[in-house]
């Protein structure tokens, strides 16, 4: 499947291909703000094909760190077993090794992919990014900080974690660095495994969408865009996310654009 991804991303195509964040929208415009159906794998299969069909993404994108934070909202059984000790990185570490846990994500990640005619890329958060999740979620009152030490303790055991997909039709992974950086070092790991499976590993930033060195860096296209006021960066891929509050006919409006325009140059 990574294959199939890394054609996509480097075509010469003039339409630009797009790649697409829109869970939040879709739970507003699709569930009518009804939660999503982590829990019913082929519940959640149906929402994201009706998110395909609708937006028409040429990647099939996973949130599963929405999974994980619902999770964490909700499991209380889990959280205290993440709470029985305060050391560091042990939130993650007990939630990350939660059978229970891993084979809910493993079902519905392995349930959706059957299901979709393109590439499918699964959405986590940094490993830093993980530690503060995990860590306010056993500890509300925590305000521990976390070092690249620790960012790279979380990686091992996020690198062991995402084997859970070892056996899926999945693409590749994307970990969000918006808000909490982790160092290229601390991936090692993760790579390790995305290499052994096959998988293409993304960081995804303010501005871009970086694959690697082989890989053109995809821009950003930012909120403005969906309220008809942002232009539309030239090249061979684009991501976004498309905001919650977006109205729906300029949605489609906006992507027609970005495929007539691809065609026009």
């Given at each position: ?10 075509s010469?195509d ?17 569930l ?17 094909s ?46 990350l090794?939660?059978?229970?846990l891993?084979e809910?994500?493993?079902?519905l ?24 999740t995990a860590?306010?979620?056993a ?11 620790s960012?790279e ?8 974690w ?7 039709r ?26 052994h ?8 930033g ?14 950003v ?33 906006r ?11």
């Open positions: 499947m990574s294959d199939r991804l890394t054609a996509l991303l480097t010469n003039k339409t630009p291909r797009l790649l697409l964040d829109a869970a939040d929208y879709a739970k507003r415009v699709l009518q703000d009804k939660d999503v159906p982590w829990s019913d794998a082929t519940a959640f299969s149906n929402h994201l009706s998110i395909q069909m609708l937006l028409k993404p040429d990647v099939a994108l996973i949130r599963i760190d929405q999974l994980l934070q619902d999770e964490l909202a909700h499991n209380t059984t889990l959280l205290e077993t993440m709470a029985a000790k305060t050391r560091t990185g042990y939130a993650t570490r007990t939630m090794g939660d059978e229970a891993k809910k994500v493993r079902d990640v392995f349930t959706a992919s059957k299901t979709q005619n393109a590439p499918v890329l699964l959405h986590l958060s940094s490993p830093k990014a993980l530690l503060i860590d306010r979620a500890n509300p009152d925590s305000d521990k900080s976390f070092d690249d030490d960012a303790f979380a990686a091992v055991y996020y690198a062991d995402v084997r859970i997909f070892a056996e899926h999945i693409a590749g992974i994307i970990f969000d660095e918006r808000t909490e950086l982790t160092t290229d070092e601390a991936y090692q790991p993760i790579r390790n495994t995305a290499e499976y096959g998988w293409l590993i993304g960081h995804r303010e501005d871009s969408l970086d694959f690697g060195e082989d890989i053109p860096t995809v821009p296209v930012g909120a403005d865009f969906w309220d008809g006021s942002g232009d539309v960066p030239t090249a061979q891929a684009l991501f976004s996310e498309v905001p919650a509050d977006a109205v729906p006919e300029q949605v489609l409006e992507i027609k654009e970005i495929r007539e325009q691809g065609q026009a140059s």
